[in-house]
Structure formats: structure tokens, C-alpha cells
């Protein structure tokens, strides 16, 4: 289990239109703690899909430092893994070879990767599903190997940027209520970004509210695991804490 730790990151944008710079984060300081899982919520357009792409090292920051582990990051890598909104997998290998993707790349022979794709699949109830194409599946089992995939390379980080948002909503509780297994399973550290503020106080041990780039707020998440919506919907706790955040958001 490692740590995620932001130290007065920023990132600008240029707009070729206004011929302006857009500050799209400013001055974030964030650590998430080895094996924390943390939501971080916020209106359209606040900088979440900034925040991970800069922390995945997809864009440069603009100023400031992000540390996985201690150790300063520079460009993508597996100690981070992805999880995007579309699917993103390859149409053309069957689930068990997208899964063993990551450990092919690092040099994992066959049979060792086939193995390890088959453990996460076990985990996510997926194995069934190994020798099918991504074409042959729903989207919220496609989403769901996805997950798997990221976890197959067994990052330090899990960065997730409203995995669940195109999937219905039926199937959206299903998979957060998988998500929470499989992180119980795995303790993974992970920086899940959401709008869906149940999504992000039923996942998280902590909301983190951003507003126009900034940290506005931190709210700590002390509902017992492991997390099932038929006892949630119901539980004050949640409610309260929902409601709180969800204040927050609209005030952002
Ligand atoms: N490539 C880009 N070039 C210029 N501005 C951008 C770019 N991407 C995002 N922005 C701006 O940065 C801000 C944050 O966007 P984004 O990170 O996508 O927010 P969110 O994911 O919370 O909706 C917005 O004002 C958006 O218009
Ligand atoms: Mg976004």
C-alpha cells in the first residue's frame, strides 16, 4: 500500500480562443494515505478530469509536486493505474488477454499473466467471462473489466475518473458495491473523481470538495465496511454526510 501525496499542484491551461491562460487548479495539497480510498466531487468544469489526468501524467503540472510512494512522479506509469469513463479496452482480445495486458507489457509470460488475469477476473465474477470479446459483454461488465484491468498491474494508485457515470443506474450500485469488495480484498490507495455525491460519500473514507480548481472542503466518511446500499439508503449517517457534501457542491 502506497501513499498519493499533492503538494500546491496547479495546472493552467492556454485558451488558443480568449488568447488567455485558464487556471484550471490552483495550490492543491492532498495525501491520501497507503490503502485510503478518497472521492474527490465538484460541479462540471471545477478541474477533476484535470486532477487525474496531471496526477496519471498524462498533462504536465503547471507548478507545484505529486509524490506516489515518496518518490516524485514524472510522465505515466504503472505505479499508477487508469480507469476512464469509456470502456478504453481493445476490441480485439478477448477479456482474459485485455486483463493480462499490463503484465504482458511488463514482460509476464503467458502462462504467468493468464493467471493473474484470471485471479482479478475470480474477484470481480468475471472469470466466466474470460474467453469473450469486449463486444459481447454489457456496458457495466465492460466497465467492470476495466477496473480489473487497472488492478491486473496491481498499480500503487487506482486513479478513477467517474468510472460508472455511462453505465444505468441499476447496474452503477452494483459496481460500487464490487468496487468496495474488491478495494476491502485489495486495499489499493485510490483517488476516485465523481459529481455523483452518494457515489462519493457510499465509496470513500474521505470527500474531498473541489471548487473552480481549489480544495474547498474535506469531509471524513466513518461508515463501517463493507458498505451495502439496502443498508445505507436508509442509515441516518449517510443521509447527514450526504447532505453536508451535497451543500458543499451547490455552494461551490
Ligand atoms: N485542454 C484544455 N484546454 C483549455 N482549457 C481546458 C482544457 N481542458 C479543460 N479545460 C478547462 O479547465 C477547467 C476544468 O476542466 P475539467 O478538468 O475537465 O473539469 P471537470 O472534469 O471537473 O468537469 C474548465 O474550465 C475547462 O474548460
Ligand atoms: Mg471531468
Same mark, same amino acid.
Given at each position: 500500500?502506497?501513499? @498519493?501525496? @499533492?503538494?500546491?499542484?496547479?495546472?493552467?491551461?492556454? *485558451? $488558443?480562443?480568449?488568447?488567455?491562460?485558464?487556471? #484550471?487548479?490552483?495550490?492543491?495539497?492532498?495525501?491520501?494515505?497507503?490503502?485510503?480510498?478518497?472521492?474527490?466531487?465538484? $460541479?462540471?468544469?471545477?478541474?477533476?478530469?484535470?486532477?487525474?489526468?496531471?496526477?496519471?501524467?498524462? /498533462?504536465?503540472?503547471?507548478?507545484?509536486?505529486? =509524490?506516489?510512494?515518496?518518490?516524485?512522479?514524472?510522465?505515466?506509469?504503472?505505479?499508477?493505474?487508469?480507469?476512464?469513463?469509456?470502456?478504453?479496452?481493445?476490441? &480485439?482480445?478477448?477479456?482474459?488477454?485485455?486483463?493480462?495486458?499490463?503484465?504482458?507489457?511488463? !514482460?509476464?509470460? =503467458?502462462?504467468?499473466?493468464?493467471?493473474?488475469?484470471?485471479?482479478?477476473?475470480?474477484?470481480?465474477?468475471?472469470?466466466?467471462?474470460?474467453?469473450?470479446?469486449?463486444?459481447? /459483454?454489457? !456496458?457495466?461488465?465492460?466497465?467492470?473489466?476495466?477496473?480489473?484491468?487497472?488492478?491486473?498491474? +496491481?498499480?500503487?494508485?487506482?486513479?478513477?475518473? +467517474? $468510472?460508472?457515470?455511462?453505465?444505468?443506474?441499476?447496474?452503477?450500485?452494483?459496481?460500487? +458495491?464490487?468496487?468496495?469488495?474488491? &478495494? /476491502?480484498?485489495?486495499?489499493?490507495?485510490?483517488?476516485? %473523481?465523481?459529481? *455523483?455525491?452518494? +457515489?462519493?460519500?457510499?465509496?470513500?473514507?474521505?470527500?474531498?470538495?473541489?471548487?473552480?480548481?481549489?480544495?474547498?472542503?474535506? %469531509?471524513?466518511?466513518?461508515?463501517?465496511?463493507?458498505?451495502? &446500499?439496502?443498508?445505507? %439508503?436508509?442509515?441516518?449517517?449517510?443521509?447527514?454526510?450526504?447532505? =453536508?457534501?451535497?451543500?458543499?457542491?451547490?455552494? #461551490?
Amino acid at each position: 500500500m502506497k501513499s @498519493l501525496t @499533492l503538494n500546491q499542484l496547479s495546472k493552467t491551461y492556454f *485558451d $488558443p480562443y480568449k488568447g488567455t491562460q485558464v487556471t #484550471a487548479l490552483e495550490d492543491i495539497s492532498l495525501s491520501v494515505a497507503p490503502g485510503e480510498f478518497v472521492s474527490v466531487v465538484g $460541479p462540471s468544469g471545477c478541474g477533476k478530469t484535470t486532477l487525474l489526468n496531471v496526477i496519471a501524467g498524462f /498533462l504536465p503540472e503547471s507548478g507545484g509536486s505529486i =509524490r506516489v510512494d515518496g518518490r516524485p512522479i514524472s510522465g505515466p506509469g504503472p505505479d499508477r493505474g487508469v480507469v476512464f469513463q469509456s470502456f478504453a479496452l481493445f476490441p &480485439w482480445k478477448t477479456v482474459l488477454d485485455n486483463v493480462g495486458f499490463g503484465p504482458k507489457m511488463r !514482460g509476464v509470460g =503467458r502462462e504467468a499473466r493468464d493467471a493473474i488475469a484470471m485471479e482479478y477476473l475470480q474477484l470481480a465474477g468475471l472469470a466466466h467471462a474470460a474467453e469473450r470479446y469486449p463486444a459481447e /459483454l454489457s !456496458g457495466g461488465m465492460q466497465q467492470r473489466v476495466g477496473v480489473v484491468r487497472a488492478l491486473a498491474n +496491481e498499480p500503487d494508485v487506482l486513479l478513477m475518473d +467517474e $468510472p460508472f457515470a455511462s453505465v444505468d443506474a441499476q447496474t452503477r450500485l452494483t459496481l460500487q +458495491e464490487e468496487l468496495i469488495r474488491i &478495494w /476491502l480484498d485489495r486495499r489499493t490507495t485510490v483517488l476516485f %473523481i465523481t459529481h *455523483d455525491v452518494p +457515489e462519493a460519500v457510499f465509496l470513500a473514507n474521505r470527500v474531498v470538495v473541489l471548487s473552480k480548481g481549489r480544495v474547498m472542503d474535506e %469531509i471524513a466518511v466513518d461508515l463501517q465496511h463493507p458498505r451495502k &446500499w439496502d443498508d445505507l %439508503i436508509e442509515n441516518d449517517r449517510f443521509k447527514s454526510l450526504s447532505a =453536508r457534501v451535497l451543500q458543499r457542491v451547490r455552494a #461551490a
